[in-house]
């Protein structure tokens, strides 16, 4: 079983930085993806960012050029920059690993717990 450690997460106000860190728990046999969601109050859960195999990134419109993701493959981490903060990027956010744990394991979605961020006017 993979953990996902969540850290970073905070008050701010807007104009603010924040970082988030994701740790996986367990070695893993191969990442298809990792990276970050949210999900604000009476709002479906979104992708912020994510890197896919092979090093290529996606992220939500509304944080480009405001937010950055890297990973740290020898330590299972991912991490994300957050710059510019404004009042709408006011969620919890979710890391996310999409992979095989072992070479005979299925690919899962192994999810973190959630960390808090709010960024205040």
């Known amino acids: 079983q993979v953990r996902l450690v969540e850290s970073g997460g905070g008050l701010v106000q807007a104009g603010g930085s924040l970082r988030l860190s994701c740790a996986a728990s367990a070695r893993i046999f191969s990442i298809s993806a990792m990276g970050w969601y949210r999900q604000a109050p009476g709002k479906q859960r979104e992708l912020v960012a994510n890197i896919i195999s092979g090093g290529s990134t996606n992220y939500l419109d509304s944080v480009k050029g405001r937010f950055t993701i890297s990973r740290d493959d020898a330590k299972n981490t991912v991490y994300l920059q957050m710059n510019s903060l404004k009042p709408e990027d006011t969620a919890v956010y979710y890391c996310?690993?999409?992979?095989?744990?072992?070479?005979?394991?299925?690919?899962?979605?192994?999810w973190g717990r959630g960390t808090q961020v709010t960024v205040s006017s």
């Open positions: 996310n690993l999409e992979g095989k744990l072992t070479r005979h394991t299925a690919t899962y979605d192994y």
